[in-house]
């Protein structure tokens, strides 16, 4: 895929093809890693509940709008948002969606090199190690490696991206998506069944409004912009891809069941697993935030026959899974240095590059050698990652939402889904979403992860 004039641009073969390519951008750490620590952290059930209402709602209307703007456009975000209109606003909009991609990408990169340590801690042999209760503390503390696995995984995503052999990142994917789907259903079996693992299976789908709090908004609905790849233009640019007689609606929805799917198993093989092998520390352990992932998966595959072939497939297939989400991040930032700035494959390449590796090195070192550094309280992962997906998006989402209400009208958007016949059965849900709902609840959230972070309010 390449960014072309309209006339020679690009285009998926079918239906298949984009929901394969946007649920391969789609399924990644957000899926995997992220959205089962931030169940755990907040309010188990009653977080999945709150993140399906909003997949179903607000994530499908955003879906449906930048995939129609795309279509319509032929362009990436920043000159499809020009498309509509001249203001000032409406460049900011284009921006803001475009700058995302480029805070995202460098701590994708980090986690993705923790992924990549546990690889090779597998293929080493070392099942027993990798399960000890301090592993994940002792590595994070060493910046020197931490560091080192993020150049790895960091460099193997801008190679991809240099040599633009997407294709074959993507034929692998074809295969690795359904292998990590039969392995995930494994081990979450494989999770649910241990013994005390059933408070966890509760925990995770049975909402209690006990453990609601407003966080669990806030958190689920920048999950759902990062797990979707939406609020941030990527679906502008690939609904630019898609050919005019795909239905949109329907590829939304596979889309949207694929990657919700995969959150939900990830989930189940996770969070049982807190409560079967941390005991009396499993409150703690829902605690612990980035790392989850990386202390209970290690107990699990120390815990059972064949643990390291188990190992080695589970992080292989979450390594090729970052990676061509981390190659669909890094892409669309070189396409935006590429068209807006004119600048050369080979130029744009090294911009990313050179973006990546700075404000990942900040990432990665900031668990160690800059740990005493903080911004309003947090690491700088934790700030990039909070800057991203509690700020930044939410205002793109917003722009988006304007630049439909004003310029590209609900019927200019129904006339895209609808051509040639397309369905566009939930058009209630999504007039009604947009016209009512979406600016004012987007605002509310922004206005309160601000407050919440400037110690004004506490959620
Ligand atoms: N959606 C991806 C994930 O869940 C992350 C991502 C965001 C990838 C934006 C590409 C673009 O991991």
């Known amino acids: 895929m390449s960014n072309q004039s309209s006339a020679k641009r690009a285009t998926f073969s079918g239906r298949l093809g984009y929901v394969l390519t946007t649920a391969g951008s789609a399924v990644g750490l957000g899926n995997i890693w992220r959205f089962p620590y931030l169940a755990a952290k ?107 696995w993020f150049l790895v995984f960091a460099i193997c995503t801008v190679v991809v991206i240099f040599f633009g052999v997407q294709k074959g990142v993507e034929k692998v994917s074809r295969v690795m998506m359904p292998a990590l789907v039969v392995l995930a259903i494994v081990v979450a079996i494989y999770s649910v069944t241990r013994p005390g693992a059933l408070a966890g299976v509760k925990y995770f789908l049975i909402p209690d409004m006990k453990h609601f709090s407003w966080m669990t908004v806030v958190s689920a609905l920048g999950q759902m912009f990062y797990s ?123 911009i990313v590059t050179v973006l990546y590796i700075g404000l990942g090195t900040l990432s990665s070192l900031g668990f160690n050698v800059l740990s005493g550094v903080t911004i309003l309280g947090m690491d700088f992962l934790d700030f990039f990652d909070f800057l991203s997906n509690s700020i930044m998006m939410p205002i793109a989402a917003i722009t988006t939402c304007i630049l439909v209400l004003r310029s590209v009208t609900i019927d200019g958007i129904t006339a895209e889904v609808t051509l040639g016949g397309a369905p566009f059965k939930r058009k209630k849900i999504y007039t009604f979403i947009l016209k009512y709902l979406s600016i004012l609840f987007l605002a509310v959230i922004l206005g309160s992860s601000v407050l919440n972070v400037l110690g004004v309010i506490h959620m």
């Open 42 to 148: 907040y309010g188990g059930g009653i977080f999945l509940l709150v993140y399906l209402i909003l997949v179903l709602t607000f994530g499908y209307t955003l879906i449906i709008s930048e995939t129609a703007i795309g279509r319509m456009t032929r362009k990436s975000p920043i000159s499809a948002f020009a498309h509509f209109g001249k203001g000032a606003g409406y460049r900011f909009g284009g921006w803001i969606n475009a700058v995302i991609p480029m805070i995202i990408g460098p701590y994708y990169c980090v986690i993705g090199g923790w992924v990549v340590r546990y690889l090779a801690g597998y293929i080493g042999g070392g099942v027993q190690a990798l399960a000890g209760d301090n592993f994940f503390s002792e590595f994070i503390a060493n910046g020197v490696s931490v560091e080192g």
């Open 228 to 350: 979707l790849s939406c609020a941030m233009g990527i679906l502008i640019t690939y609904g630019s891809y898609m050919e005019k007689d795909v239905s949109i609606e329907k590829s939304t929805s596979e889309v949207e069941l694929f990657d919700t799917g995969i959150a939900i198993l990830a989930g189940l093989m996770i969070i049982p697993a807190v409560f079967a092998f941390s005991g009396d520390s499993a409150a703690d352990n829902l605690q612990a935030g980035p790392s989850l992932m990386f202390i209970t998966m290690p107990k699990i595959f120390g815990s059972m026959g064949l643990g390291t072939a188990i190992g080695i497939a589970f992080f292989l297939l979450v390594f090729f899974a970052a990676l061509t989400s981390a190659v669909s991040l890094a892409e669309t930032c070189a396409s935006t240095f590429e068209d807006e700035l004119h600048m050369s494959r080979k130029m744009a390449t090294l």
